[in-house]
């Protein structure tokens, strides 16, 4: 399985950051080793020391394709989820002052923490998904996925037309506004709506 990830996909966020508002949309991948999922604990990584977190709708993959088209994207992904794309920001501001790819900052293993799957009903309206994120019972991030520059439907077109996308693959769909560092104790939980679909602590 594959693990696709969307850059700068909420203009506040692209803000805050500092970096453009993309065109087309800014792809990376990490590898599976990424993926922690469940009540695994997340430890704290020895090579950085400014460790972000950055809370984000992801959907999971439930049909092969390739060159799919915007208008049937639809029918490629049947859950989401929220995750946490786990970012060195320290070494990735590095990575990214001398032009060089963002791997260590991003891929390294458990980055990629993924919540319970809802399924995508007809009843849900994904164009219309409030998710939150709360660290130490405050919330941090909370936005709504039609704040997004590239719908989902989008984003898996957009992917298809470079990369094959198999059943079980996972995209991260951007991070809004509000990132932030994780301390040793932090305890992290994401909400879908109103369900807490993901619990973290950092150890
Ligand atoms: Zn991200």
């Given at each position: 399985m594959k693990i696709?990830?969307?850059g700068r996909n909420y203009a506040k966020h692209a803000e805050e950051l500092g970096?453009?508002?993309?065109?087309?949309?800014?792809i990376f991948m990490k590898p599976k080793s990424a993926l922690v999922q469940g009540h695994t604990p997340f430890y704290y990584p020895e090579f950085t020391n400014d460790l972000q977190y950055e809370a984000e709708l992801v959907i999971r993959i439930s049909k092969n394709g390739k060159y799919i088209q915007e208008k049937h994207a639809a029918n490629y992904y049947n859950g989401i989820s929220?995750?946490?794309?786990f970012t060195a920001r320290d070494i990735q501001t590095q990575l990214k002052e001398k032009g060089l790819p963002w791997e260590k900052a991003k891929s390294f293993d458990n980055s990629a923490a993924?919540?319970?799957?809802i399924d995508l009903t007809p009843a849900i309206?994904?164009?219309?998904?409030?998710?939150?994120f709360v660290k130490n019972k405050e919330v941090v991030q909370s936005a709504n996925s039609k704040e997004?520059?590239?719908?989902?439907?989008?984003?898996v077109s957009n992917i298809s037309n470079y990369f094959?996308?198999?059943i079980g693959d996972l995209i991260f769909t951007g991070t809004p506004a509000g990132t932030g560092e994780c301390m040793v104790g932090d305890v992290f939980e994401a909400y879908l709506e109103k369900e807490e679909v993901l619990s973290i602590e950092i150890k």
């Open positions: 696709f990830c969307i970096n453009e508002i993309p065109v087309e949309p800014v929220v995750g946490i794309d993924v919540g319970k799957f309206n994904k164009k219309d998904i409030n998710f939150s997004m520059i590239f719908s989902i439907d989008k984003i094959s996308i198999n």
